[in-house]
């Protein structure tokens, strides 16, 4: 038998399925420091944070070279993930 991957994409490629076109507007946009956003991962692995933080809510705390650091609460804890401006969307 083969072992399976134990890679961070491993099983979950089919999330991103149908999510590659990125355009050059999500490649360039920006987000002011306070904005809520949400992490809707894409099919570019640079600035991806790991599946299990999509869809979540989150409050961009600073920028942080081409990616914004956003605070989330996960399970009642805060934590900071520093997130590429393609997996971000502004929160409605």
């Known amino acids: 038998m083969v072992k ?3 890679g961070t994409l491993s099983g979950k ?3 991103l399925k149908g999510k590659s ?6 490649r360039v946009k920006t987000f002011e420091i306070g904005q809520k956003v949400v992490i809707t991962p894409k099919a570019i692995e640079k600035g991806l ?4 933080y999509r869809n979540r809510h989150g409050r961009v ?5 081409k990616g914004y650091l956003v605070e989330i609460s996960d399970y ?3 934590k900071k993930l520093v997130v590429g401006p393609v997996h971000l969307k502004l929160a409605s």
Do not use: D, W
């Open 76 to 78: 009642g804890k805060t």
């Open 21 to 26: 076109r990125v355009s050059v507007n999500e």
């Open 61 to 65: 705390v600073e920028k942080r070279g």
């Open 4 to 6: 399976s991957s134990k």
């Open 49 to 52: 944070p790991h599946l299990r």
């Open 13 to 15: 490629t089919r999330m």
